[in-house]
Protein backbone atom coordinates (compact mmCIF):
# COMPACT_ATOMS: atom_id res chain seq x y z
CA UNK A 1 0.00 0.00 0.00
CA UNK A 2 1.32 3.44 -1.20
CA UNK A 3 2.89 5.84 1.29
CA UNK A 4 0.27 8.56 2.55
CA UNK A 5 2.58 11.42 1.93
CA UNK A 6 3.03 9.89 -1.69
CA UNK A 7 -0.62 10.27 -2.30
CA UNK A 8 -0.66 14.01 -1.11
CA UNK A 9 2.65 15.51 -3.31
CA UNK A 10 0.53 16.20 -6.37
CA UNK A 11 2.60 15.54 -9.47
CA UNK A 12 3.41 17.92 -12.29
CA UNK A 13 5.43 21.62 -11.91
CA UNK A 14 7.68 22.53 -8.95
CA UNK A 15 6.37 25.23 -6.92
CA UNK A 16 7.74 28.86 -7.52
CA UNK A 17 9.76 30.48 -5.65
CA UNK A 18 7.48 32.68 -4.20
CA UNK A 19 5.56 29.99 -2.69
CA UNK A 20 7.59 27.24 -0.80
CA UNK A 21 6.64 23.15 -0.04
CA UNK A 22 3.70 22.82 2.20
CA UNK A 23 2.74 26.32 2.08
CA UNK A 24 -0.71 26.60 2.69
CA UNK A 25 -3.01 28.04 -0.78
CA UNK A 26 -4.22 31.64 -0.15
CA UNK A 27 -7.77 30.60 0.06
CA UNK A 28 -7.01 29.21 3.17
CA UNK A 29 -4.80 32.52 4.47
CA UNK A 30 -6.15 34.99 6.10
CA UNK A 31 -5.90 38.77 5.14
CA UNK A 32 -2.84 39.62 7.40
CA UNK A 33 -1.37 36.18 6.09
CA UNK A 34 -1.54 37.22 2.30
CA UNK A 35 -0.72 40.46 2.57
CA UNK A 36 2.18 39.52 4.08
CA UNK A 37 3.00 37.03 1.69
CA UNK A 38 2.84 39.68 -0.84
CA UNK A 39 5.30 41.56 0.65
CA UNK A 40 8.04 38.61 0.81
CA UNK A 41 7.23 38.04 -3.21
CA UNK A 42 7.91 42.00 -3.69
CA UNK A 43 11.24 41.59 -1.72
CA UNK A 44 12.32 38.61 -3.68
CA UNK A 45 11.80 40.32 -6.49
CA UNK A 46 13.28 43.48 -5.79
CA UNK A 47 16.43 41.25 -4.42
CA UNK A 48 16.66 39.64 -7.99
CA UNK A 49 16.59 42.68 -10.36
CA UNK A 50 19.30 44.18 -7.92
CA UNK A 51 21.55 40.85 -8.18
CA UNK A 52 20.80 41.12 -12.19
CA UNK A 53 21.52 44.64 -12.87
CA UNK A 54 24.91 46.50 -13.54
CA UNK A 55 27.73 43.89 -13.52
CA UNK A 56 25.71 41.23 -13.04
CA UNK A 57 26.10 38.24 -15.33
CA UNK A 58 22.92 35.80 -14.31
CA UNK A 59 20.91 35.05 -17.02
CA UNK A 60 16.99 33.91 -15.35
CA UNK A 61 13.82 34.20 -16.57
CA UNK A 62 13.11 37.52 -15.33
CA UNK A 63 16.22 39.49 -17.07
CA UNK A 64 15.64 36.96 -20.41
CA UNK A 65 12.78 39.30 -21.10
CA UNK A 66 14.09 42.45 -21.41
CA UNK A 67 17.01 41.60 -23.67
CA UNK A 68 14.76 39.49 -26.16
CA UNK A 69 12.14 42.68 -25.80
CA UNK A 70 15.35 44.53 -26.69
CA UNK A 71 16.51 42.67 -29.65
CA UNK A 72 13.34 42.51 -31.46
CA UNK A 73 13.28 46.05 -31.08
CA UNK A 74 16.62 46.36 -33.78
CA UNK A 75 19.55 46.43 -31.09
CA UNK A 76 21.40 43.26 -33.21
CA UNK A 77 24.90 42.04 -31.05
CA UNK A 78 28.32 42.56 -32.76
CA UNK A 79 29.95 39.96 -34.22
CA UNK A 80 31.89 37.68 -31.98
CA UNK A 81 29.93 38.93 -28.60
CA UNK A 82 27.85 37.93 -26.15
CA UNK A 83 24.01 38.95 -26.96
CA UNK A 84 22.71 38.50 -23.81
CA UNK A 85 25.54 40.71 -22.62
CA UNK A 86 25.25 43.46 -25.13
CA UNK A 87 21.41 43.59 -24.78
CA UNK A 88 21.79 43.46 -20.96
CA UNK A 89 24.47 46.79 -20.89
CA UNK A 90 23.29 50.02 -19.43
CA UNK A 91 25.48 51.36 -22.31
CA UNK A 92 23.23 49.56 -24.94
CA UNK A 93 19.71 51.22 -23.82
CA UNK A 94 21.70 54.93 -24.10
CA UNK A 95 22.78 54.13 -27.31
CA UNK A 96 19.57 53.23 -28.67
CA UNK A 97 17.60 56.14 -26.73
CA UNK A 98 20.21 58.48 -28.59
CA UNK A 99 19.74 57.16 -31.92
CA UNK A 100 15.89 57.72 -32.07
CA UNK A 101 15.68 61.43 -31.47
CA UNK A 102 18.89 61.21 -34.51
CA UNK A 103 16.75 59.05 -36.65
CA UNK A 104 13.79 61.23 -36.49
CA UNK A 105 15.39 64.20 -37.20
CA UNK A 106 16.78 62.62 -40.18
CA UNK A 107 13.80 60.56 -41.39
CA UNK A 108 11.59 63.66 -41.04
CA UNK A 109 10.67 65.07 -44.63
CA UNK A 110 10.59 68.72 -43.31
CA UNK A 111 13.57 68.74 -41.22
CA UNK A 112 15.85 70.00 -44.00
CA UNK A 113 13.18 72.26 -45.51
CA UNK A 114 14.14 76.09 -45.24
CA UNK A 115 11.39 78.73 -45.30
CA UNK A 116 7.78 78.95 -44.03
CA UNK A 117 6.58 75.63 -43.97
CA UNK A 118 3.04 77.23 -44.18
CA UNK A 119 3.34 77.32 -47.53
CA UNK A 120 4.27 73.69 -48.22
CA UNK A 121 1.12 72.72 -49.36
CA UNK A 122 0.86 75.26 -52.51
CA UNK A 123 1.23 74.07 -55.81
CA UNK A 124 4.97 73.75 -57.66
CA UNK A 125 5.35 72.44 -60.95
CA UNK A 126 7.72 69.36 -61.58
CA UNK A 127 9.96 68.70 -64.64
CA UNK A 128 8.07 65.18 -65.68
CA UNK A 129 10.82 64.50 -68.61
CA UNK A 130 11.44 61.18 -66.80
CA UNK A 131 8.26 60.20 -64.77
CA UNK A 132 6.06 58.78 -67.39
CA UNK A 133 3.91 56.33 -66.08
CA UNK A 134 1.06 54.76 -67.75
CA UNK A 135 -0.07 54.64 -71.14
CA UNK A 136 0.37 58.24 -71.56
CA UNK A 137 0.13 59.75 -75.21
CA UNK A 138 2.75 61.58 -77.07
CA UNK A 139 0.93 64.83 -77.13
CA UNK A 140 -0.08 64.64 -73.36
CA UNK A 141 3.81 64.33 -72.65
CA UNK A 142 4.52 67.17 -75.30
CA UNK A 143 1.81 69.61 -73.30
CA UNK A 144 3.03 68.44 -70.25
CA UNK A 145 6.62 69.22 -70.62
CA UNK A 146 5.48 73.01 -72.31
CA UNK A 147 3.47 73.27 -68.72
CA UNK A 148 5.77 72.69 -66.56
CA UNK A 149 7.80 74.90 -68.17
CA UNK A 150 5.89 77.94 -68.49
CA UNK A 151 5.89 78.22 -72.01
CA UNK A 152 2.09 78.25 -72.37
CA UNK A 153 0.58 80.52 -69.95
CA UNK A 154 -2.73 81.91 -69.03
CA UNK A 155 -5.97 80.18 -68.69
CA UNK A 156 -7.45 80.46 -72.02
CA UNK A 157 -4.27 79.11 -74.03
CA UNK A 158 -3.85 76.65 -71.30
CA UNK A 159 -7.12 74.77 -72.14
CA UNK A 160 -7.23 75.33 -75.30
CA UNK A 161 -4.24 73.32 -75.33
CA UNK A 162 -5.49 70.58 -73.38
CA UNK A 163 -8.51 70.46 -75.39
CA UNK A 164 -6.57 70.22 -78.53
CA UNK A 165 -4.25 67.13 -77.33
CA UNK A 166 -7.25 65.02 -75.77
CA UNK A 167 -8.61 65.34 -78.93
CA UNK A 168 -5.22 63.44 -80.32
CA UNK A 169 -5.96 61.18 -77.87
CA UNK A 170 -9.29 60.42 -78.77
CA UNK A 171 -8.14 60.06 -82.43
CA UNK A 172 -5.95 57.59 -81.45
CA UNK A 173 -8.00 55.88 -78.78
CA UNK A 174 -9.11 52.11 -80.06
CA UNK A 175 -12.00 50.22 -78.00
CA UNK A 176 -10.90 47.34 -76.17
CA UNK A 177 -12.93 43.91 -76.79
CA UNK A 178 -15.96 43.22 -74.69
CA UNK A 179 -15.81 46.64 -74.15
CA UNK A 180 -17.92 50.38 -75.03
CA UNK A 181 -16.26 53.47 -75.87
CA UNK A 182 -18.44 55.70 -73.25
CA UNK A 183 -17.21 53.67 -70.61
CA UNK A 184 -13.78 52.62 -71.55
CA UNK A 185 -12.55 56.30 -73.08
CA UNK A 186 -12.51 58.00 -69.81
CA UNK A 187 -10.53 55.47 -67.90
CA UNK A 188 -8.36 55.71 -70.67
CA UNK A 189 -8.40 59.72 -70.17
CA UNK A 190 -8.24 59.46 -66.36
CA UNK A 191 -4.12 58.81 -66.60
CA UNK A 192 -3.48 61.42 -69.09
CA UNK A 193 -5.20 64.09 -66.65
CA UNK A 194 -3.02 62.65 -63.64
CA UNK A 195 -0.17 63.66 -66.11
CA UNK A 196 -1.15 67.01 -66.44
CA UNK A 197 -1.86 67.74 -63.39
CA UNK A 198 1.31 66.65 -62.29
CA UNK A 199 3.06 68.68 -64.18
CA UNK A 200 0.93 72.07 -62.83
CA UNK A 201 -2.10 71.63 -60.59
CA UNK A 202 -5.36 72.35 -63.21
CA UNK A 203 -6.62 75.49 -63.43
CA UNK A 204 -10.87 75.89 -62.83
CA UNK A 205 -11.49 76.80 -66.34
CA UNK A 206 -9.75 73.16 -67.38
CA UNK A 207 -11.75 71.30 -65.21
CA UNK A 208 -15.11 72.64 -66.32
CA UNK A 209 -13.57 71.74 -69.71
CA UNK A 210 -12.92 67.97 -69.02
CA UNK A 211 -16.04 67.86 -66.67
CA UNK A 212 -18.07 68.75 -69.74
CA UNK A 213 -15.81 66.35 -72.33
CA UNK A 214 -16.91 63.54 -69.83
CA UNK A 215 -20.38 64.10 -69.67
CA UNK A 216 -20.29 64.80 -74.20
CA UNK A 217 -18.42 61.17 -73.42
CA UNK A 218 -20.66 59.19 -71.48
CA UNK A 219 -23.82 60.71 -73.50
CA UNK A 220 -22.47 59.25 -76.51
CA UNK A 221 -24.77 56.40 -78.12
CA UNK A 222 -23.65 52.80 -78.34
CA UNK A 223 -24.64 51.85 -81.34
CA UNK A 224 -22.46 54.32 -83.02
CA UNK A 225 -19.47 53.43 -84.99
CA UNK A 226 -16.44 53.70 -83.22
CA UNK A 227 -15.07 56.46 -85.53
CA UNK A 228 -18.15 58.00 -86.28
CA UNK A 229 -18.32 58.35 -82.29
CA UNK A 230 -14.80 59.38 -82.20
CA UNK A 231 -15.52 62.45 -84.82
CA UNK A 232 -18.27 63.36 -82.73
CA UNK A 233 -16.58 64.15 -79.40
CA UNK A 234 -14.12 65.93 -81.48
CA UNK A 235 -16.88 68.00 -83.20
CA UNK A 236 -17.89 68.83 -79.77
CA UNK A 237 -14.78 69.98 -78.21
CA UNK A 238 -14.21 72.37 -81.36
CA UNK A 239 -17.78 73.65 -80.80
CA UNK A 240 -16.77 74.26 -77.33
CA UNK A 241 -13.28 76.09 -78.03
CA UNK A 242 -15.40 78.17 -80.18
CA UNK A 243 -18.65 78.93 -78.89
CA UNK A 244 -16.87 78.82 -74.79
CA UNK A 245 -13.99 80.46 -75.49
CA UNK A 246 -13.27 82.44 -79.22
CA UNK A 247 -16.90 83.68 -79.37
CA UNK A 248 -17.09 84.52 -75.49
CA UNK A 249 -14.36 86.75 -75.96
CA UNK A 250 -15.39 88.99 -79.55
CA UNK A 251 -18.47 89.25 -76.89
CA UNK A 252 -16.71 90.59 -74.27
CA UNK A 253 -14.38 92.66 -76.63
CA UNK A 254 -17.29 94.39 -77.88
CA UNK A 255 -18.64 95.09 -74.03
CA UNK A 256 -15.96 95.85 -72.74
CA UNK A 257 -14.88 98.05 -76.06
CA UNK A 258 -17.87 100.37 -74.88
CA UNK A 259 -16.22 102.03 -71.65
CA UNK A 260 -13.38 103.23 -73.53
CA UNK A 261 -13.67 106.80 -74.72
CA UNK A 262 -10.91 108.69 -76.35
CA UNK A 263 -8.50 110.80 -74.25
CA UNK A 264 -8.78 107.80 -71.66
CA UNK A 265 -5.64 106.33 -69.96
CA UNK A 266 -6.67 102.95 -69.49
CA UNK A 267 -4.14 100.90 -66.98
CA UNK A 268 -3.84 97.53 -66.89
CA UNK A 269 -2.02 94.76 -65.04
CA UNK A 270 0.48 91.57 -66.17
CA UNK A 271 -1.47 90.30 -69.06
CA UNK A 272 -5.10 88.98 -69.94
CA UNK A 273 -5.43 87.86 -73.76
CA UNK A 274 -9.20 89.19 -73.60
CA UNK A 275 -7.86 92.51 -71.88
CA UNK A 276 -5.22 92.46 -74.44
CA UNK A 277 -7.87 91.60 -77.41
CA UNK A 278 -9.98 94.47 -76.19
CA UNK A 279 -7.38 97.01 -76.78
CA UNK A 280 -6.82 95.90 -79.90
CA UNK A 281 -9.51 96.33 -80.91
CA UNK A 282 -10.96 99.31 -79.34
CA UNK A 283 -7.65 100.86 -81.12
CA UNK A 284 -9.14 99.33 -84.84
CA UNK A 285 -12.02 101.02 -84.04
CA UNK A 286 -10.14 104.53 -84.16
CA UNK A 287 -10.05 105.39 -80.66
CA UNK A 288 -7.19 107.21 -79.05
CA UNK A 289 -6.51 106.22 -75.44
CA UNK A 290 -3.18 105.40 -73.86
CA UNK A 291 -2.29 102.40 -71.95
CA UNK A 292 -0.25 101.59 -68.57
CA UNK A 293 1.22 98.34 -68.03
CA UNK A 294 1.98 97.77 -64.72
CA UNK A 295 4.22 94.48 -63.98
CA UNK A 296 6.09 92.69 -61.34
CA UNK A 297 7.90 89.31 -61.32
CA UNK A 298 8.42 86.50 -61.39
CA UNK A 299 6.64 85.91 -64.92
CA UNK A 300 6.97 89.66 -66.25
CA UNK A 301 4.27 88.63 -68.38
CA UNK A 302 3.23 92.35 -68.89
CA UNK A 303 6.47 92.67 -71.48
CA UNK A 304 4.93 90.35 -74.00
CA UNK A 305 2.03 92.56 -73.24
CA UNK A 306 3.46 95.70 -74.14
CA UNK A 307 5.07 94.47 -77.59
CA UNK A 308 1.85 93.26 -78.90
CA UNK A 309 0.24 96.73 -77.91
CA UNK A 310 3.40 98.81 -79.64
CA UNK A 311 3.61 96.90 -82.40
CA UNK A 312 1.92 96.98 -85.76
CA UNK A 313 0.75 100.09 -87.71
CA UNK A 314 -0.75 102.11 -85.42
CA UNK A 315 0.83 101.15 -81.96
CA UNK A 316 -0.98 102.40 -78.81
CA UNK A 317 0.70 105.02 -76.77
CA UNK A 318 2.22 102.84 -73.74
CA UNK A 319 4.15 103.20 -70.42
CA UNK A 320 5.20 100.23 -68.85
CA UNK A 321 5.60 100.28 -65.15
CA UNK A 322 6.88 98.02 -62.41
CA UNK A 323 4.23 97.48 -59.35
CA UNK A 324 5.98 99.66 -56.58
CA UNK A 325 5.07 102.76 -59.08
CA UNK A 326 1.41 102.16 -59.07
CA UNK A 327 0.52 104.87 -56.37
CA UNK A 328 1.80 107.60 -58.70
CA UNK A 329 0.54 106.01 -61.78
CA UNK A 330 -3.17 105.85 -60.52
CA UNK A 331 -3.44 110.01 -60.28
CA UNK A 332 -4.33 110.20 -63.91
CA UNK A 333 -6.27 106.67 -64.67
CA UNK A 334 -9.66 106.46 -65.89
CA UNK A 335 -10.39 103.00 -65.78
CA UNK A 336 -8.66 99.27 -64.81
CA UNK A 337 -9.06 96.65 -66.72
CA UNK A 338 -7.89 92.97 -65.40
CA UNK A 339 -8.32 89.34 -66.57
CA UNK A 340 -9.49 86.89 -64.60
CA UNK A 341 -8.19 83.08 -63.84
CA UNK A 342 -11.21 82.04 -62.27
CA UNK A 343 -14.10 83.67 -60.65
CA UNK A 344 -15.86 81.83 -57.49
CA UNK A 345 -19.46 82.31 -56.74
CA UNK A 346 -18.80 84.91 -53.70
CA UNK A 347 -17.67 87.14 -56.76
CA UNK A 348 -14.06 86.71 -55.61
CA UNK A 349 -11.65 86.89 -58.31
CA UNK A 350 -8.76 84.82 -58.60
CA UNK A 351 -6.08 86.49 -60.74
CA UNK A 352 -2.29 87.00 -60.94
CA UNK A 353 -0.67 88.09 -57.57
CA UNK A 354 -0.82 91.55 -57.37
CA UNK A 355 -4.39 91.98 -59.16
CA UNK A 356 -5.46 92.58 -55.16
CA UNK A 357 -2.97 95.37 -54.65
CA UNK A 358 -4.14 97.05 -57.96
CA UNK A 359 -7.58 97.01 -57.61
CA UNK A 360 -7.54 97.92 -53.80
CA UNK A 361 -5.58 101.09 -54.54
CA UNK A 362 -7.63 101.84 -57.47
CA UNK A 363 -10.79 101.80 -55.64
CA UNK A 364 -9.38 104.05 -53.05
CA UNK A 365 -9.05 106.66 -55.27
CA UNK A 366 -12.61 106.15 -56.97
CA UNK A 367 -11.34 104.45 -60.24
CA UNK A 368 -13.86 101.43 -61.57
CA UNK A 369 -11.98 98.42 -62.03
CA UNK A 370 -13.37 96.17 -64.64
CA UNK A 371 -13.04 91.98 -65.15
CA UNK A 372 -13.22 90.53 -68.38
CA UNK A 373 -14.12 86.64 -67.87
CA UNK A 374 -15.59 84.17 -69.52
CA UNK A 375 -18.52 81.88 -67.74
CA UNK A 376 -16.64 78.97 -68.39
CA UNK A 377 -14.14 79.93 -66.13
CA UNK A 378 -16.69 80.61 -63.01
CA UNK A 379 -16.22 78.44 -59.87
CA UNK A 380 -19.02 77.41 -57.69
CA UNK A 381 -17.01 76.96 -54.83
CA UNK A 382 -16.26 79.63 -52.50
CA UNK A 383 -12.39 80.89 -51.90
CA UNK A 384 -11.90 83.23 -49.01
CA UNK A 385 -8.40 83.79 -49.61
CA UNK A 386 -4.76 83.01 -51.72
CA UNK A 387 -3.47 80.87 -49.18
CA UNK A 388 -5.83 77.84 -49.46
CA UNK A 389 -4.86 77.43 -52.92
CA UNK A 390 -2.01 78.55 -54.98
CA UNK A 391 0.67 78.14 -56.94
CA UNK A 392 4.19 77.97 -56.69
CA UNK A 393 6.13 80.12 -59.95
CA UNK A 394 9.34 77.59 -60.20
CA UNK A 395 12.60 79.60 -58.82
CA UNK A 396 14.27 79.58 -61.84
CA UNK A 397 11.47 81.84 -63.71
CA UNK A 398 13.10 85.10 -61.29
CA UNK A 399 15.07 87.82 -63.07
CA UNK A 400 16.43 90.05 -59.93
CA UNK A 401 17.51 92.89 -61.81
CA UNK A 402 19.56 91.07 -64.43
CA UNK A 403 19.83 88.40 -66.97
CA UNK A 404 20.99 85.96 -65.03
CA UNK A 405 18.13 83.79 -62.91
CA UNK A 406 18.40 83.46 -59.15
CA UNK A 407 19.82 79.98 -58.52
CA UNK A 408 17.61 78.15 -56.32
CA UNK A 409 20.37 76.67 -54.16
CA UNK A 410 21.84 79.71 -53.27
CA UNK A 411 22.60 79.69 -49.15
CA UNK A 412 20.05 81.14 -46.92
CA UNK A 413 17.61 82.47 -49.87
CA UNK A 414 14.49 80.46 -50.36
CA UNK A 415 12.49 81.65 -53.49
CA UNK A 416 8.83 81.98 -52.64
CA UNK A 417 6.44 83.29 -55.46
CA UNK A 418 3.12 82.54 -55.28
CA UNK A 419 1.60 83.10 -58.68
CA UNK A 420 -2.03 84.23 -57.81
CA UNK A 421 -3.70 86.25 -55.09
CA UNK A 422 -7.64 86.70 -54.17
CA UNK A 423 -9.27 90.09 -54.99
CA UNK A 424 -12.68 90.36 -52.69
CA UNK A 425 -15.83 91.53 -54.37
CA UNK A 426 -16.39 95.22 -52.79
CA UNK A 427 -13.05 96.18 -54.97
CA UNK A 428 -14.64 95.34 -58.16
CA UNK A 429 -16.86 97.42 -60.09
CA UNK A 430 -17.80 95.34 -63.03
CA UNK A 431 -17.53 91.64 -64.60
CA UNK A 432 -17.73 92.08 -68.47
CA UNK A 433 -18.83 88.10 -69.61
CA UNK A 434 -20.26 87.00 -72.85
CA UNK A 435 -23.70 87.61 -71.14
CA UNK A 436 -22.78 91.06 -70.42
CA UNK A 437 -22.12 93.21 -68.01
CA UNK A 438 -22.67 91.85 -64.40
CA UNK A 439 -21.98 92.84 -60.67
CA UNK A 440 -19.82 90.94 -58.27
CA UNK A 441 -23.07 90.21 -56.11
CA UNK A 442 -24.58 88.57 -59.19
CA UNK A 443 -22.06 85.99 -60.39
CA UNK A 444 -23.71 82.92 -58.36
CA UNK A 445 -26.74 83.17 -60.23
CA UNK A 446 -25.15 82.71 -64.09
CA UNK A 447 -24.62 79.01 -63.93
CA UNK A 448 -28.56 78.46 -62.92
CA UNK A 449 -29.09 81.21 -65.74
CA UNK A 450 -27.15 79.41 -68.38
CA UNK A 451 -28.68 76.00 -67.37
CA UNK A 452 -25.34 75.15 -65.60
CA UNK A 453 -24.07 74.58 -68.55
CA UNK A 454 -20.21 76.10 -67.65
CA UNK A 455 -19.91 72.76 -65.38
Not at 14 to 33: D, I, L, N, R, Y
Not at 115 to 139: E, N, Y
Not at 361 to 366: D, I, Q, S, T, V
Request: charged share 20%.
Amino acid sequence: MPAPEILQQPSGPQPSAGKPVGQPSQKSMTKAERRELQEKQRAAKAALKAQVGPGGGGSTGASSKPASSKQAKGSQPKPGGDAGSSSKHPGGAAATSSKDPHGAISEDPAAGKKGPRIFTHFGLPKSIGHTVKGDIHPAVVRLGLLFSEFKICGANARCIATLTAFKNVIQDYTTPPHNTLSRHLMTHLSPQITHLVSARPMSVSMGNAIRQLKLEISNTDIDLVEQEAKDLLCRKIDEYIRERIIMADEVIQEFAGKKIKDGDVILTYARSSVVEKTLLRAREEGKKFSVIVVDSRPLLEGKALLRSLTSGSDPIPCTYALLPALPSLLTEVTTVFIGAHSIYSNGAVYSRAGTALVSMMAKRRNVPVVVCCETYKFSEGILVDGFGKNELAPARTVQPHGSKPTPASEPGLEVLNPLYDLTPPTFITAVVTEVGLIPPSSISSIPLALGKAIL
